[in-house]
């Protein structure tokens, strides 16, 4: 069994960048807690059905040079009805015992099916408080802030391709990936249709994020194609394009972005800047 405290120090004495920096600070404790729950929920049989994608497996799995906080899954096969994560809480807490650390649990179920587990701690931060490892004011317990985590899983369509990665840390484990053309498809999607509802008018209306062009530019930087038929099936899902039909290819993915950037307040130098956060 490792021994966390010594695995967290090591990780961040020296990083000057985050251990002057609270932001990235919770960051990196958030990607430790990431690290250790995702070999928890090999058991059970999770990755049978469950295939693990967005920003965080592309982090973990792919060096992608950005925090993430969610740990995004969606199912091969539908049996979203009949999924809870309470195996795998059980799991998650047994195992977090055995480090010192205690977890609070909340699963729900949202307005489209999606299945989710929130999970905050702060015992990694109380491991480290008053060790001189960071400020104190990052981790003593009138200023600290419980690190919030998101497990999701959820059906939708399932013409992507998947993987199987091996994973090493404190125990080796496999776990199952989208590949990264079905990872691109899944970026320009969101890039393309993320909306959230404006509380005053009621409409849904566009919502551009950083993290959503960086990745963007990481996949075209490494000359990865999309997996068309996946985006296309995705865009005929849920968002602006739904049951339009499109058969996307390379022209039209090219003309939709060029569309979205208009009137987009694109900032190359401050998009790169986002590499090591996750907003």
Request: aromatic share 12%.
């Amino acid at each position: 069994m490792m021994d966390l405290f010594e695995y967290t120090k090591n990780r961040i004495k020296d990083n000057e960048e985050i251990k002057n920096n609270k932001k990235l600070f919770y960051c990196e404790i958030r990607e430790i807690m990431q690290e250790f729950i995702l070999p928890c929920l090999v058991t059970n049989n999770f990755f049978d059905n469950n295939v693990f994608h967005g920003g965080t497996s592309l982090r973990i799995l792919h060096g992608l040079k950005r925090y993430s906080e969610d740990l995004d899954f969606t199912m091969k096969e539908n049996k979203i009805s009949d999924f809870t994560w309470q195996p795998y809480i059980n799991k998650i807490k047994s195992y977090g015992e055995k480090l010192g650390i205690k977890f609070d649990f909340k699963e729900s179920k949202d307005k489209f099916g999606n299945v989710i587990l929130r999970i905050k701690s702060d015992s990694i931060l109380e491991m480290l408080d008053g060790k001189n490892i960071v400020p104190d004011e990052f981790t003593n317990k009138n200023n600290r802030k419980k690190i919030s985590l998101k497990l999701e899983t959820n059906y939708s369509v399932n013409t992507f391709k998947d993987e199987i990665k091996a994973v090493k840390y404190d125990t080796n484990y496999n776990i199952r990936i989208f590949d990264l053309p079905s990872l691109f498809a899944g970026k320009i999607n969101a890039v393309l249709t993320r909306e959230e509802t404006n509380e005053e008018t009621g409409k849904k209306e566009r919502t551009d994020y950083g993290r959503d062009w960086y990745d963007l530019i990481w996949y075209i930087d490494k000359g990865i194609k999309p997996n068309y038929d996946f985006l296309s099936d995705k865009l005929d899902y849920k968002g602006p394009f739904k049951d339009n039909h499109i058969r996307a290819d390379l022209d039209w993915v090219k003309n939709a972005l060029l569309t979205r950037m208009q009137g987009l307040d694109f900032n190359i130098e401050k998009i790169n800047k986002l590499g090591r956060s996750d907003d």
